[in-house]
């Protein structure tokens, strides 16, 4: 599995593939430091297979590097983040 990251000039996207078949996509606005994850997609097929997870690490992993904090908007960033990354959670 591939992990792309496009940037807009209000945030961005996290796709993720195998080869020339897309499998997920994670959504999310930029606030200065805050980075608000409002929408996660993973194929259908392609669920159970650690999709959103790698996709929510790849948020992480550019939060980290751009001392940023994550808003958890969308249902599956909002039950994971607080158990894998804590620290990331935007208290704002």
């Known amino acids: 599995?591939?992990?792309d990251h496009q940037t807009t000039?209000?945030?961005?996207r996290f796709s993720a593939h195998d080869g020339q078949t897309a499998l997920g996509h994670l959504d999310y606005r930029r606030n200065d430091a805050v980075l608000d994850a409002h929408h996660t997609f993973v194929d259908p097929e392609a669920r159970g297979r650690g999709v959103a997870e790698a996709l929510l690490?790849?948020?992480?992993?550019?939060?980290q590097t751009e001392h940023a904090t994550?808003?958890?908007s969308c249902s599956y960033v909002a039950k994971?983040?607080?158990q894998l990354y804590p620290q990331l959670v935007a208290t704002e």
Do not use: D, F
């Open 1 to 3: 599995m591939q992990i």
């Open 70 to 72: 994550i808003r958890p």
């Open 57 to 63: 690490n790849a948020l992480a992993a550019y939060a």
């Open 9 to 12: 000039a209000h945030g961005g």
């Open 80 to 82: 994971k983040l607080p």
